[in-house]
């Protein structure tokens, strides 16, 4: 794959950011999915020998400026990649080099992957059922993969002791709901990913809190077409917290103003409103929430209303209103922010019935495929994304563009 554009610029780097947790529902790092550079179509490195130097050496950089670096991150590798050095392109003491198919033949990659886990890194191997003929593979783990979605939990608990001479931490895969993550967790993992975060914990059909009621209203007045913006400003700083938040992300370094901003005022007027009013929707998400993952939820809110409206800005000939389709992406999580059903929660948000019924994923509304392909996006579920598309006779490359561009719309919010 050619990763460099006509003025031998570096492609940007586009991944699916897959977001794994502790059995206490932390964070505890992500494994990051490759899409092309190009646009004809997705991709996934597990089936494709596409990762270059370049494309990694890019990552580097990009995990540097988004990412804490606290967290792990676990990327997979074919042979030829591995072979080829290119995971030393990522920092050392937070990657994790995944191995997705030690198939018989691929023996050289001993010698080099505990090199590499001499030199800092961890080295995790997706567990088959012919686990004995790749002892080697899995006695270098660190962590062994098992993708869950289809096994019951006695045949979980038989991999996890199976697993267990080995040494390694267990991470679930495809764990899609809290169901799925009590299961796998008594099983013995210690680590999970898919879904299942995106599901609230418990839910709650009290009312809704009078605090979060007036994040609603806030809401509302910054949906009018003509808002006052005198009196917006006067809202906007009498609640401290949004104010000290609006003022630090517009000194902050990603705008680069050379002048330190000290009024609500002037801070409105320098950001426009357009920009203000997409920050302010997040900003309001962020404080509402009563999820622990409530950063990576709004992550995943703000990335997929901005995904949604260029999609809509790119595809006119639908007649969906842009704007509109950035609220229903931002607020399609809400039922898991707030852990009370959409049902109940529709009732607060300043949209159209038929926004509410795709919240509340009404069948044959026009607007859930929308909602679906995003969450395909996120995912990783790259086969169903492109059968989406196709469905829906998408641009691919412009669908693609819009999920990049999204990525880094969202990784500057900084709320």
Request: with cysteine.
């Given at each position: 794959?050619d990763?460099?554009?006509?003025?031998?610029?570096?492609?940007p780097?586009?991944?699916?950011r897959l977001?794994?947790?502790?059995t206490?529902?932390?964070l505890?790092?992500?494994?990051?999915?490759?899409?092309?550079?190009?646009?004809?179509r997705?991709?996934?490195?597990?089936?494709?020998?596409v990762?270059?130097?370049d494309?990694?050496?890019?990552?580097?950089l990009?995990?540097e400026?988004?990412?804490?670096?606290?967290?792990?991150i676990?990327?997979?590798?074919s042979r030829?990649n591995i072979?080829?050095?290119?995971?030393?392109?990522?920092?050392?003491?937070r990657?994790?080099?995944k191995i997705t198919?030690?198939?018989?033949?691929s023996?050289?990659?001993?010698?080099?992957?505990?090199?590499l886990?001499?030199?800092g890194?961890?080295?995790a191997?997706?567990?088959?059922?012919?686990?004995?003929?790749?002892?080697?593979?899995f006695?270098?783990?660190d962590?062994i993969?098992l993708n869950?979605s289809?096994?019951?939990?006695?045949?979980?608990?038989?991999?996890?002791?199976?697993a267990?001479?080995?040494?390694?931490?267990?991470l679930?895969?495809r764990?899609?709901?809290?169901?799925?993550f009590d299961i796998?967790?008594?099983?013995?993992?210690?680590?999970?990913?898919?879904?299942?975060?995106k599901?609230?914990?418990?839910?709650?059909?009290?009312?809704?809190?009078s605090?979060?009621?007036?994040?609603?209203?806030?809401?509302?007045a910054?949906e009018?077409?003509?808002p006052?913006f005198s009196?917006l400003?006067?809202t906007?700083?009498?609640d401290v917290?949004?104010?000290?938040?609006?003022l630090s992300?517009l000194?902050s370094?990603?705008f680069?103003f050379?002048?330190?901003?000290?009024s609500?005022?002037d801070?409105?007027?320098?950001?426009g409103?357009?920009?203000?009013?997409n920050w302010l929707?997040?900003v309001?998400?962020s404080?509402?929430?009563?999820?622990?993952?409530?950063?990576?939820?709004?992550f995943?809110?703000?990335?997929?209303?901005?995904?949604l409206?260029?999609?809509g800005?790119?595809?006119?000939?639908?007649g969906?209103?842009p704007?509109?389709?950035?609220l229903?992406?931002?607020?399609?999580?809400?039922e898991a922010?707030?852990?009370?059903p959409?049902?109940?929660?529709?009732k607060y948000?300043p949209?159209?019935?038929k926004?509410?019924?795709?919240?509340?994923?009404e069948?044959?509304?026009?607007?859930v495929?929308?909602?679906?392909?995003?969450?395909?996006?996120?995912?990783a579920?790259?086969?169903?994304s492109?059968?989406?598309?196709?469905?829906?006779s998408l641009?691919t490359?412009?669908?693609?563009?819009?999920?990049?561009?999204?990525?880094?719309?969202?990784n500057?919010l900084?709320?």
């Amino acid at each position: 794959m050619d990763n460099r554009t006509s003025d031998n610029q570096l492609a940007p780097v586009t991944f699916a950011r897959l977001p794994i947790f502790d059995t206490k529902r932390r964070l505890w790092g992500y494994e990051l999915v490759y899409m092309s550079a190009g646009g004809e179509r997705t991709i996934c490195s597990k089936t494709d020998d596409v990762i270059t130097a370049d494309l990694m050496s890019g990552t580097s950089l990009a995990l540097e400026q988004r990412m804490d670096k606290d967290k792990k991150i676990m990327v997979s590798f074919s042979r030829g990649n591995i072979l080829d050095n290119l995971p030393y392109a990522l920092p050392p003491g937070r990657t994790v080099v995944k191995i997705t198919d030690p198939a018989v033949g691929s023996d050289s990659l001993i010698p080099v992957l505990a090199e590499l886990k001499a030199d800092g890194y961890q080295v995790a191997v997706s567990w088959i059922k012919d686990y004995e003929s790749r002892r080697p593979f899995f006695d270098l783990a660190d962590m062994i993969c098992l993708n869950t979605s289809t096994m019951m939990q006695p045949d979980l608990t038989e991999a996890c002791r199976k697993a267990a001479p080995h040494d390694s931490i267990m991470l679930a895969d495809r764990v899609d709901n809290q169901t799925g993550f009590d299961i796998c967790s008594k099983a013995g993992f210690s680590l999970f990913e898919g879904s299942f975060f995106k599901q609230p914990e418990t839910m709650s059909v009290k009312e809704v809190l009078s605090g979060t009621v007036a994040k609603f209203r806030l809401m509302e007045a910054i949906e009018q077409k003509d808002p006052d913006f005198s009196e917006l400003a006067a809202t906007i700083q009498a609640d401290v917290t949004i104010s000290f938040r609006l003022l630090s992300y517009l000194n902050s370094a990603s705008f680069g103003f050379r002048r330190k901003f000290d009024s609500i005022k002037d801070a409105i007027t320098m950001l426009g409103w357009n920009n203000l009013r997409n920050w302010l929707r997040v900003v309001l998400l962020s404080q509402m929430s009563e999820s622990p993952h409530a950063s990576e939820l709004v992550f995943l809110s703000a990335q997929r209303g901005k995904f949604l409206e260029q999609v809509g800005m790119d595809h006119d000939f639908w007649g969906f209103e842009p704007d509109s389709l950035f609220l229903l992406g931002m607020f399609s999580l809400l039922e898991a922010l707030l852990n009370r059903p959409m049902a109940e929660i529709v009732k607060y948000l300043p949209l159209t019935d038929k926004l509410k019924g795709a919240l509340c994923m009404e069948e044959n509304n026009e607007y859930v495929p929308m909602l679906k392909l995003a969450r395909y996006f996120e995912e990783a579920k790259f086969d169903r994304s492109d059968a989406m598309v196709n469905q829906l006779s998408l641009d691919t490359a412009k669908v693609n563009q819009a999920y990049r561009a999204s990525i880094e719309w969202a990784n500057k919010l900084q709320v």
